[in-house]
């Protein structure tokens, strides 16, 4: 079975810093890409980040580029997400998924096909 757990959200102040977790199980890094997505209510998801050991691809969106890296955790099955210089409007639930296809941030969230339950993020003013 395929599990991935987020973690490490919370509320932190604009020019603050976070990082978030992705514990996976169940797949092999190297056959999968992971994303980092986020969404807020009523509001389309939109790709942040992604990640693929297998080819040692990495990217960003515009807006955190400079702000977010990504990273493996090879030893403990974990994508890490370090987001400095939050601002308020990266206020969103995050959410860490797994796809067939190696990273790049056009890869459409319809291709991931595991996801995580999300952990919220809020930016305070």
């Known amino acids: 079975e395929v599990r991935l757990v987020e973690s490490g959200g919370g509320l932190v102040q604009a020019g603050g810093s976070l990082r978030l977790s992705c514990v996976v199980s169940g797949l092999n890094f190297d056959d999968y890409g992971i994303g980092w997505f986020r969404q807020a209510p009523g509001k389309g998801r939109e790709i942040v980040s992604c990640?693929?050991?297998?080819?040692?691809?990495?990217d960003f969106i515009d807006s955190v580029k400079g702000r977010f890296t990504i990273s493996i955790d090879n030893a403990k099955n974990t994508v890490n997400l370090e987001m400095n210089s939050l601002k308020p409007e990266d206020t969103d639930v995050y959410y860490c998924?797994?796809?067939?296809?190696?990273?790049?941030?056009?890869?459409?969230?319809?291709?991931?096909?595991?996801w995580g339950q999300g952990t919220q993020v809020t930016v305070s003013s």
């Open positions: 990640i693929s050991k297998g080819d040692g691809s990495t």
């Open positions: 998924a797994a796809s067939v296809y190696f990273c790049h941030t056009s890869v459409p969230g319809d291709e991931y096909a595991y």
